[in-house]
């Protein structure tokens, strides 16, 4: 059983913006779809290369977005798809804001600037 049917180019354009690879992607809409389920199991349904399949997985872990279950046989689950969305929309919000904060600053100071006369000797 193949998940994502044909539409593997579609979710991966949807997840792109989050920083997922194609391979990641992948595998984190079919854990999304199936919920738990077996590394040697999921290759089958997401598509994803059998060589490349526990590679992806690391790098979900890695990114806080799947947790292994059980280690033998491992067995993974992602985070549920609304608290990964909640998490995402206040990083950015964070960092809309610090940007946001870096312009004002930059702004008043090139204001600021503007008052001073140079004198080059």
Same mark, same amino acid.
């Given at each position: /059983?193949?998940?994502?049917?044909?539409?593997?180019?579609?979710?991966?354009?949807?997840?792109?913006?989050?920083?997922?690879?194609?391979?990641?992607?992948?595998?984190?809409?079919?854990?999304?779809?199936?919920?738990?389920?077996?590394?040697?199991?999921?290759?089958?349904?997401?598509?994803?290369?059998?060589?490349?399949?526990?590679?992806?997985?690391?790098?979900?872990?890695?990114?806080?977005?799947?947790?292994?279950?059980?280690?033998?046989?491992?067995?993974?689950?992602?985070?549920?798809?609304?608290?990964?969305?909640?998490?995402?929309?206040?990083? /950015?919000?964070?960092?809309?804001?610090?940007?946001?904060?870096?312009?004002?600053?930059?702004?008043?100071? /090139?204001?600021?600037?503007?008052?001073?006369?140079?004198?080059?000797?």
């Amino acid at each position: /059983m193949f998940v994502l049917n044909g539409q593997s180019e579609e979710i991966t354009k949807l997840l792109k913006p989050f920083g997922l690879t194609e391979y990641e992607s992948r595998v984190f809409f079919a854990l999304q779809v199936l919920g738990r389920s077996k590394a040697g199991d999921l290759w089958k349904k997401s598509g994803v290369p059998q060589s490349k399949i526990y590679y992806a997985l690391d790098c979900l872990m890695l990114k806080g977005l799947v947790e292994n279950t059980a280690l033998e046989p491992r067995e993974v689950e992602a985070k549920p798809f609304v608290r990964f969305a909640n998490e995402y929309l206040l990083d /950015m919000k964070t960092v809309l804001s610090d940007l946001n904060g870096r312009i004002e600053r930059y702004r008043d100071l /090139m204001k600021n600037r503007e008052k001073f006369v140079r004198v080059v000797v």
